[in-house]
């Protein structure tokens, strides 16, 4: 089955910069190559889903400035649709990256436009109703997610929660939430719970959500629900580049494959989309940038081939 995804998220322009280290506060650190990338994580969501072989509509906000423009033609170049994209008074977002030899990273974004997207319109939920699943953030103004997240619920659209950056959530929209996806530092904000062990994260996040996805980098990720299924995949062996938007092709993958596989087929259907989203991570990480280095469908079938192929 086609997946058809829509996106309510952000669009910033990533100001990335290489370095040996990344600097200690107060210190100043010579960098190396310097390079503009249309990002944000909503936007980086919905390229990816596009390349993953998904219809996409993308929801949100860029300023009336020249990366507003580039942002946008960035996303109908990738095959989004993006007539629920503002145009807005002001700058657009902005994320400024600095990527080290061993290919972590620190971001600090500046909202801009992304900050006025606070409500959405009859046009929105049409666009999310005929969505198969729709793909979250948080970079973007809170009530815009928990109105997406309610619509979603009524009209019976999957919702995929990436609760990224890191924040403590409201019940209003926990309980619309279908799949929650986090890596290890989301989860412990998110539940509340100290410890860095994924059985307990998982649990303590299972309290709050019906099923939840774990990144967990190198290692794979790992999946947990209230039926008692838990699955757990490894990642592909890969020389790492640049990890900045690696998250975002695996949950971007992650939603594609939900929809076209779901979770009616048990735990065949979910290690299924675990294992292609865990390879559209890291094809993304062998690449430098953000949405320049988010795979096509081939390069995710390649790399999920190469890795899972005869595995049970």
């Known amino acids: 089955m086609s997946a058809h995804v829509a996106v309510v998220g952000s669009s910033n322009l990533d100001l990335v910069v290489t370095a040996s280290r990344l600097p200690a506060p107060g210190e100043t650190v010579l960098g190396g190559n310097f390079r503009t990338v249309p990002g944000g994580k909503g936007a980086n969501q919905a390229v990816a889903a596009a390349r993953a072989g998904a219809a996409c509509d993308f929801v949100g906000a860029v300023g009336d400035d020249d990366f507003g423009t580039r942002m946008r033609t960035s996303l109908v170049d990738a095959g989004v649709d993006v007539r629920g994209l503002r145009t807005v008074p002001g700058p657009s ?25 606070t409500e959405l319109d009859a046009d929105d939920r049409a666009t999310i109703a005929a969505a198969d699943v729709l793909l979250l953030q948080l970079e973007v103004p809170l009530p815009a997610v928990t109105r997406a997240a309610d619509w979603a619920r009524a009209d019976g659209t999957t919702v995929v929660l990436n609760a990224a950056p890191a924040a403590t959530l409201p019940t209003e929209l926990l309980d619309l939430v279908d799949v929650l996806v986090v890596n290890e530092h989301e989860a412990a904000v998110v539940a509340g719970v100290t410890s860095d062990d994924p059985p307990v994260l998982l649990d303590a996040l299972l309290e709050l959500v019906p099923r939840v996805v774990l ?23 890969i020389e790492a580049v640049d990890t900045t938007a690696a998250g975002d092709a695996f949950t971007a993958a992650l939603a594609v494959g939900w929809a076209e596989r779901g979770a009616a087929g048990g735990e065949g259907a979910v290690t299924a989309s675990l294992r292609w989203a865990c390879a559209a991570g890291a094809a993304c990480a ?6 320049t280095a988010l795979p096509d469908r081939p390069a995710i079938d390649a790399l999920h081939d190469a890795t899972y192929r005869g595995a049970p």
């Open 93 to 117: 977002g902005v994320a400024l990256i600095a990527v080290d030899a061993n290919a972590e990273n620190f971001i600090v974004v500046a909202p801009g436009a992304n900050g006025t997207l």
């Open 215 to 237: 990144t967990l980098g190198a290692r794979g990720a790992a999946y947990a629900d209230r039926h008692g299924l838990r699955v757990t995949v490894p990642a592909p062996r």
């Open 286 to 291: 062998q690449r430098p940038g953000a949405s």
